[in-house]
């Protein structure tokens, strides 16, 4: 039986590390706070309590965790994961990170005879939870090849994108693109209110058409209800556009709607609203900051 390692179990992770108990792996998981993983070691999962105890007994390594240093942390310490796997063993972060971060961590991996992919998703909290993820991944062909099973449990657009960095930069356009869409979302929420429609009929209107987007069907009607509650958080959206910037940046690409939306998600996060959803946004139109 494949042993699957999987670090991070927060709102994401939880539901991917599910798909891949129920596809009856041997999963082993590590986390800072095993409270949070809870659900999962009463489904059968088995706990490490360190990445190289871990790292030493899978076959095949997820990471899903918060920020490009949890990665660097995690992958290229003395006690991380490329120091502890086995010779052959597959690492995959699906974390949005650094495309360079990817970059370097493959090229610590080859060395170690390690395999290395970087996999990063899109789909949100609902997306993971229904196993239909979009997966965007860097790395070599053979090892996509390899993996993919693995992937097809956790989603379902699943595109080999390049080599080791090109699944991170395949996410930080997706980033930009929900960037400048959210803020669209949230002017035309607010522009049905002040015309007098009601949003929710508006909303059943716009879906279909040119306007249509993943972020007007899903994030929209919480928008609309007040429904804050993260399936993304802003916190982490901040440090994805603040990588994708740096990086557009470094290719002298100027990106006038990423900047303006990383701006206001600023605003939220200072005013304490980082642990909301990306749906906050709706709060700095109406002025409930």
């Known amino acids: ?22 596809a009856d792996f041997d999963l082993h998981i590590f986390t800072r706070t095993q409270e949070k993983a809870q659900s999962l070691l009463d489904q059968g999962a088995v706990w490490e309590d360190t990445v190289s105890s871990l790292a030493q007994k899978a076959d095949i390594i997820i990471t899903m965790v918060s920020y490009p240093k949890d990665v660097e942390s995690i992958y290229l310490k003395a ?10 063993t597959y690492l995959i972060d699906m974390t949005t990170s650094d495309p360079l971060l990817a970059e370097q961590i493959d090229k610590k991996a080859k060395e170690k005879g390690l395999h290395s992919l970087d996999a990063p998703v899109s789909g949100g909290d609902v997306g993971a939870k229904n196993a239909k993820l979009t997966i965007m991944v860097g790395g070599d062909k053979a090892d996509f090849e390899e993996i993919l099973p693995v992937f097809e449990k956790m989603g ?28 669209g979302v949230s002017e035309a929420i607010m522009y049905a209110k002040k015309a007098g429609l009601d949003p929710v009929r508006v909303l059943k209107s716009i879906l ?29 959206f901040i440090k994805d556009m603040t990588i994708a910037l740096k990086n557009a940046q470094e290719m002298e690409l100027k990106t006038p709607g990423l900047s303006l939306s990383l701006e206001l998600y600023q605003e939220l996060a200072d005013k304490g609203l980082e642990d909301r959803g990306t749906q906050a946004l709706i709060k700095w139109f109406e002025g409930d900051i």
């Open 1 to 22: 039986m494949t042993t699957i390692g999987f670090i991070g179990t927060g709102v994401m992770g939880k539901s991917m590390a599910t798909h891949l108990l129920e």
């Open 79 to 88: 006690n991380g994961i490329i120091a502890n796997a086995k010779p052959g």
């Open 156 to 183: 379902e657009n699943i595109v080999l994108q390049g080599p080791a960095g090109a699944g991170q930069h395949t996410k930080m356009a997706n980033q930009i693109t929900i960037a400048s869409n959210m803020i």
């Open 208 to 236: 279909t058409g040119a306007a249509g987007s993943w972020s007007l069907t899903n994030l929209a009607p919480r928008m609309i209800k007040g429904d804050s509650d993260p399936g993304f958080y802003i916190k982490h």
